[in-house]
């Protein structure tokens, strides 16, 4: 999917916001040809410490948000699919109620996933055991 698109602006505007972004960074953020786009070297340097700046911005506002003692950021959850069931649509409708400013991030997943490594705050599992007379 194109930026433009991505944006929902034109490719002229697209092309005009990015012309403006290199002439004040005084440097080509694209190699243009008459096939392709590419980002040039600079671009994807400027892409990561953007985008590393931007996490710390969101970093900041949560722990002022947290100072308030108004929950709000992104909790992300991983659930068994089977747990995907009006019921749960109800009590995340109650809690975004409640919590208006917290943007839940449910990832419905059969298998056992690493909190830490794949950035979970919370992952919920539950297995089931037949019951066998002994």
Same mark, same amino acid.
């Given at each position: 999917?194109?930026?433009?698109?991505?944006?929902?602006?034109?490719?002229?505007?697209?092309?005009?916001?990015?012309?403006?972004?290199?002439?004040?960074?005084?440097?080509?953020? %694209?190699?243009?040809?008459? *096939?392709?786009?590419? @980002?040039?070297? #600079?671009?994807? =340097?400027? /892409? !990561?410490?953007?985008?590393?700046?931007?996490?710390?911005?969101?970093?900041?506002?949560?722990?002022?948000?947290?100072?308030?003692?108004?929950?709000?950021?992104?909790?992300?959850?991983?659930?068994?699919?089977?747990?995907?069931?009006?019921?749960?649509?109800? %009590?995340?409708?109650?809690? *975004?109620?409640?919590? @208006?400013?917290? #943007?839940?991030? =449910?990832? /419905? !997943?059969?298998?056992?996933?690493?909190?830490?490594?794949?950035?979970?705050?919370?992952?919920?599992?539950?297995?089931?055991?037949?019951?066998?007379?002994?």
């Amino acid at each position: 999917m194109g930026a433009a698109e991505r944006l929902s602006l034109s490719t002229a505007m697209t092309s005009k916001h990015l012309m403006h972004l290199e002439k004040h960074l005084g440097t080509r953020l %694209l190699n243009r040809s008459s *096939r392709s786009l590419e @980002p040039h070297r #600079v671009c994807k =340097l400027f /892409f !990561e410490r953007c985008k590393g700046i931007l996490e710390e911005m969101e970093e900041a506002e949560s722990a002022v948000g947290s100072v308030s003692g108004v929950p709000r950021g992104t909790l992300r959850v991983s659930l068994p699919s089977w747990t995907a069931t009006r019921r749960l649509v109800e %009590l995340v409708a109650t809690y *975004r109620q409640r919590y @208006p400013e917290v #943007v839940l991030d =449910l990832s /419905f !997943e059969d298998r056992v996933v690493d909190i830490i490594e794949e950035g979970y705050d919370l992952a919920i599992r539950a297995t089931l055991t037949s019951l066998r007379p002994g």
